[in-house]
């Protein structure tokens, strides 16, 4: 937990809604650096419906996930607040830095810098309106 990964599949739910099922399928991204924030067992399988009965004798029958086949994934985030994506276990490499976004940072701090040399400051040198 907490190590940081980059990642270059994804699992994404989809549905076929004419037979009723549901499975995950592996989609390429961009390579892309996150946080690994856990791990999930995700399942393909057929939807099925159920009995919901007449309402007079209480019978019901809820509906439920017909299990065909599991997925192991991780859990990554890109940023402390975004949803996790699935990740699959054979999706991602292991970074060496420390800072997902070491690069990207760097470069924004070394822009900012140059700007701020040209904004107008008072005679105390504080930034003025």
């Known amino acids: 937990m907490g190590a ?4 270059l ?5 989809e549905r076929s809604y004419n037979d009723h099922r549901r499975f995950w399928v592996r989609k390429a991204i961009e390579a ?4 690994l924030v856990g791990y ?8 099925e419906p159920g009995f919901r009965g007449d309402g007079l004798d209480g019978e ?8 065909e086949k599991s997925h192991r994934c991780m859990l990554v985030a890109f940023t402390p607040y975004s949803k996790p994506v699935h990740v699959p276990l ?4 292991e970074l060496a830095t420390n800072e997902p976004h070491a690069g ?7 822009l900012l810098s140059r700007e701020a040399k040209n904004w107008p400051r008072d005679a105390k040198g504080r930034f003025s309106k």
């Open 9 to 13: 599949e994804t699992l994404e739910l």
């Open 104 to 110: 990207v940072l760097q470069k924004d701090r070394e």
């Open 40 to 47: 999930r067992t995700v399942f393909d399988g057929t939807i």
């Open 4 to 7: 940081i990964v980059t990642v």
């Open 60 to 67: 019901y029958d809820p509906p439920y996930l017909k299990i």
């Open 32 to 35: 892309r650096a996150g946080w």
């Open 90 to 93: 054979d999706g991602f490499d």
